[in-house]
């Protein structure tokens, strides 16, 4: 339990740093580190195939995108735009009224039951497989063809001008 | 798991850090060995006999050069970059079956140091953070040279990968589990049921994806367009000097023995070779590792063989072969390896 919130103190922390950073490169860099720690989150929980899968996809190929359109478009430092005081001072509200609200929320419930797997070892390739393939199916199926749909649209819109030569 | 165990883990460890470092020191010489040999030339013979003492003098030579971190460098992402580079080569080897069980007065070892059943996404996953250690030293130079490099790397990089897994996809198809100790045992001997047991019999378009994949992964020749020196200088590591720039270049020794080590492992039997059921034991196991060795030696010259063979490529003609060549390949290989496992097997 204490690994837990060691991993969790570390989640926040690095997420923290993600919006406090003024480089976007560091921003990105933190991010990295915020889902290496979610990965490690997994691990905890026995959920091999996601945390792998979590490290390929996430660490390994979006936040790598996101690093390189960065690197391109932002070459210089303190690019970041200034913002006036009046928009910081609105921020602060903005956010303090938004704390009050989750706190107000928060007192409301009551400390949820912890969830118990019937079997500890659901995560692992095997099992995960097996349910994804037989009981959940058609859910699997459908948001793969969302994805697809998402795939083809971005090509779309990258290629709107047809070329002329 | 008692003290014993974690200790023989421990010295598991630790040599094959040694070994992975050792052959990476070697490659070197090998390479410009190899390389002289390809041009006609002799290739380095002055630091002992054959020139052998050659990869310790260039260390040396490493540790000793000045050291520059450039004024307008974001410094602690320029130290990170290389430390990163080299960390990520070395990790991989931690799911590599070396051999099969060793017994030593009782002990039974397991050649390899984590059996984890997902170890061919491991092995992906550790590529994948290879190129943050290329993407961050080459930012962080604050030089547009090196940040062209970066961003060739970081892009060859994620075409690549996409192949690479679609390549390997076909290959869990016929194994059917992720765990490199079981696609290990399960190519035993090299005849069984009519046919080869080595995957290469059982997916020879896909070794050819994965190995092509691989040169692009490593940034070897004929892919090393992130270093290419005709048009960026030396690339990703233009700004780096003494022992940081050596270990940029020893990640990718250590990234080359790495692969090689996959590949024999995924596709040419691991440590299995034909008439191993003449043997048995701690000889059995032993003739394995020699084994293993022999076909990670044959892949690291092989690397060595295309780098002075084939001219680099051009960097559309590299998209283009990613993107329009590899991918539709590796995707019929999937849909073929499917048809024939649904109606054969």
């Excluded at chain 2, 190899?34 to 040396?60: H, K, T, Y």
């Excluded at chain 2, 790495?258 to 299995?272: H, K, P, W």
């Excluded at chain 2, 290989?333 to 499917?338: A, K, L, M, Q, R």
Aim: hydrophobic share 55%; glycine share 8%.
């Amino acid at each position: 339990m204490s690994t837990f919130y060691f991993i969790a103190f570390l989640s926040i922390f690095f997420s923290i740093l993600v919006i406090s950073a003024k480089n976007p490169v560091h921003s990105i860099l933190y991010l990295v580190l915020t889902f290496f720690t979610f990965t490690i989150h997994y691990i905890l929980m026995n959920a091999q195939f996601l945390a792998v899968v979590n490290f390929i996809v996430y660490m390994g190929a979006i936040l790598v995108l996101f690093l390189y359109t960065l690197m391109l478009i932002n070459l210089s430092k303190e690019s970041e735009p200034r913002k006036s005081n009046l928009v910081k001072l609105a921020a602060v509200i903005g956010g303090g009224c938004f704390l009050v609200t989750i706190v107000a929320a928060l007192k409301a419930f009551k400390i949820s039951e912890p969830v118990i797997l019937h079997d500890p070892n659901l995560g692992l390739v095997k099992n995960l497989g097996k349910i994804l393939f037989n009981e959940y199916l058609l859910p699997f199926e459908v948001s793969s063809i969302l994805l697809l749909s998402a795939m083809v649209g971005a090509v779309l819109l990258a290629t709107k001008e047809p070329k002329t030569t | 798991m008692g003290l014993a165990d974690i200790i023989i883990k421990f010295i598991l460890v630790v040599i094959i850090f040694a070994i992975s470092l050792l052959i990476a020191l070697y490659s070197t010489y090998a390479e410009r060995k190899v390389a002289a040999f390809f041009q006609d030339r002799l290739g380095p013979n002055r630091a002992g006999p054959f020139g052998i003492f050659q990869p310790f003098a260039d260390g040396g030579k490493m540790f000793l050069k000045e050291e520059i971190i450039p004024t307008s460098a974001s410094k602690f992402l320029f130290i990170a970059g290389p430390s990163l580079s080299i960390f990520t080569a070395c990790i991989g080897s931690a799911v590599i079956p070396w051999g099969q069980q060793l017994t030593i007065g009782g002990h039974v070892i397991d050649l390899q140091v984590a059996d984890i059943n997902v170890g061919v996404l491991y092995i992906l996953g550790v590529v994948s953070l290879g190129v943050y250690g290329v993407m961050i030293g080459g930012w962080a130079s604050n030089n547009k040279y090196s940040l062209l490099g970066a961003i060739r790397a970081a892009s060859q990089n994620i075409s690549y990968e996409i192949s690479m897994g679609l390549a390997i996809i076909a290959l869990l198809m016929v194994t059917g589990t992720l765990s490199l100790k079981e696609i290990a045992v399960q190519q035993h001997g090299f005849w069984s049921h009519g046919w080869f047991t080595w995957n290469v019999f059982k997916q020879p378009l896909g070794f050819l994806l994965f190995i092509v994949c691989a040169f692009a992964e490593t940034n070897r020749t004929p892919f090393d367009l992130p270093e290419c020196e005709t048009e960026l200088i030396g690339g990703y590591h233009t700004e780096y000097s003494s022992m940081k720039l050596g270990f940029y270049l020893f990640s990718e020794y250590i990234n080359m023995f790495i692969s090689g080590a996959v590949m024999a492992t995924l596709y040419f039997g691991g440590y299995n070779f034909p008439g191993m059921h003449y043997f048995s034991g701690n000889m059995l196991a032993i003739l394995g590792v020699v084994v293993l060795f022999a076909k990670i030696f044959f892949f690291i010259f092989f690397f060595m063989w295309v780098r002075w063979t084939i001219p680099r490529f051009r960097y559309d003609q590299l998209m283009d072969l990613g993107w329009k060549i590899l991918i539709p390949l590796a995707i019929a290989n999937i849909v073929i390896t499917g048809i024939f496992i649904t109606f054969f097997k």
